[in-house]
Antibody, heavy 121, light 108 residues
Framework: EVHLVESGGAVVQPGGSLSLSCATSGFTFDSHAMHWVRQAPGKGLEWVSLISWDGTSSYYADSVKGRFTISRDNSKASLFLQMKSLRTEDTAFYYC??????????????WGRGTLVTVSS | SYVLTQPASVSVGPGQTATITCGADNIGSTSVHWYQQRPGQALVLVLHDDTVRPSGIPERFSGSNSGNTATLTISRAEAGDEADYYCHVWDSRSNLVVFGGGTTLTVL
């Protein structure tokens, strides 16, 4: 059974930094692209970033480009998101999601339950 | 940037057919995926590549995609179908993932 468990969410001040993790199990991690998607409380989904199966390619939403960095450790079946220069508008639940394929262009067939990041002074 | 437009809400009676649209310029030329989000639960992929149901998704869920509109159709709607639904595409021009704004389905 596939499991995705996010962690690392916290309350952080504007301008601060935070790192999120996503521990996975139940599938061949290094065969699949992985994504971060966020959802502000009461709002819709916003795609944040993706990383290819081998970590050689990554893409970012314009809203986070230059501030967030996605990475993965295939030996530990884990996905990460480093966030810096955080803004109040980054407040959201952050979900990691597994892609069907390895490149970033395919559907997301499994999702975690999310971790809450609150940016507030 | 590529924008996917969904109605904010759709309401149907039990047993009726719910239709949720996802509109964008020439969306029919790309593959559309659909997700269901029930309160407090993980998101679920209910349809991918326009019309394909993943294992475990009832046959009541179907889809189409042509021209400027993709559609998720839920036949014989049940109370358990009440959820938010999101469409998703890969925008090959910008190399970005795009989600629609989401549609809240109410079965009353």
């Amino acid at each position: 059974e596939v499991h995705l468990v996010e962690s690392g969410g916290a309350v952080v001040q504007p301008g601060g930094s935070l790192s999120l993790s996503c521990a996975t199990s139940g599938f061949t991690f290094d065969s699949h692209a992985m994504h971060w998607v966020r959802q502000a409380p009461g709002k819709g989904l916003e795609w944040v970033s993706l990383i290819s199966w081998d970590g050689t390619s990554s893409y970012y939403a314009d809203s986070v480009k230059g501030r967030f960095t996605i990475s993965r450790d295939n030996s530990k079946a884990s996905l990460f998101l480093q966030m810096k220069s955080l803004r109040t508008e980054d407040t959201a639940f952050y979900y990691c999601a597994k892609e069907v394929g390895g490149s970033g262009t395919q559907p997301l067939d499994f999702w975690g339950r999310g971790t809450l990041v609150t940016v507030s002074s | 940037s590529y924008v996917l437009t969904q109605p904010a809400s759709v309401s149907v009676g039990p047993g009726q057919t719910a239709t949720i649209t996802c509109g964008a310029d020439n969306i029919g030329s790309t593959s559309v995926h659909w997700y269901q989000q029930r309160p407090g639960q993980a998101l679920v992929l209910v349809l991918h590549d326009d019309t394909v149901r993943p294992s475990g998704i009832p046959e009541r869920f179907s889809g189409s995609n042509s021209g400027n509109t993709a559609t998720l159709t839920i036949s014989r709607a049940e109370a358990g179908d009440e959820a938010d639904y999101y469409c998703h595409v890969w925008d090959s021009r910008s190399n970005l993932v795009v989600f629609g704004g989401g549609t809240t389905l109410t079965v009353l």
